[in-house]
């Protein structure tokens, strides 16, 4: 496996492992109960123990603000997130990413401009699917302008290709290794491969087919857990959220020892 450079920039290793930080409901969305400190506190507990095991990087997601709202969020969302953000990259020292859902990238990197974080997760980079939010278009060439215009060109773009929780019937002739070269060439930073819905675990035979088909860092995005990591060994990014909660469930608590177990799965990969 050959990491490539901004990869090495990025996350200081030839392989990382991402931990997800579910932030609690915003402000203004449906499930919203608590206060903006109070999310910021839980977010900022949750990177220590992914700190404190070990992981390379962390990501903050609005996914808690279901249903979600399609391809942009309202002002409060986006200061919400910077708020966490902020306080997470003051606490603790690891590369951070940013997803605001659904499909609000341009928002998630003004979060990462304004705190510091070195990456966002995007989703509708190339081609159309139908998600649960409606019909995703593509947005490279709008995301990538806006990236330059604000000068942020140190902020790595990762796309999901044929994402989780999507129809693909629109694109059924166009492989997932066709999508993620129009991903490079559409000048992605990397590519996020996933299962169909959360939790569930990418099929290896993508990853590998991906991993074949471009020179960009390769990310699995769902369904990784400690018995499954050699399944991936071809990918350069690991970003693990539900089997690090108390039940595997994504909505619930951290478990502390299912972070460390997650860590050492990792790191049995090697280099």
Known sequence: ?????????????????????????????????????????SAVGEARVYRDAGYTALMIENMHDRPYVKSGVGPEITAAMTAVAREIRREVQLPLGVQVLAGANREAIAVAIASGAAFVRAEGFVFAHVADEGIMESCAGDLLRYRRAMNAGHVRVYVDVKKKHSAHAVTADVSLAETAKAAEFFLADGVIV?????????????????????????????????????????????IVGSSVKQGGAWSNALDPAAVRANAEAFRALGK
């Open 1 to 41: 496996m050959t990491t490539p450079a901004a990869f090495l920039e990025t996350f200081g290793a030839p392989r990382a492992l991402i931990g997800m930080i579910h932030v609690g409901a915003l402000p203004g969305t449906p499930a919203a109960r608590e206060s903006v400190d109070a999310l910021v506190h």
């Open 194 to 238: 996933t299962g169909t819905a959360t939790g569930e675990p990418a099929k290896s035979s993508d990853v590998d087919e991906v991993a074949a088909a471009v020179k960009l860092p390769v990310f699995v995005g769902s369904g990784l857990a400690p018995g499954n990591y050699a399944r991936f060994a071809r990918a350069h990014g690991f």
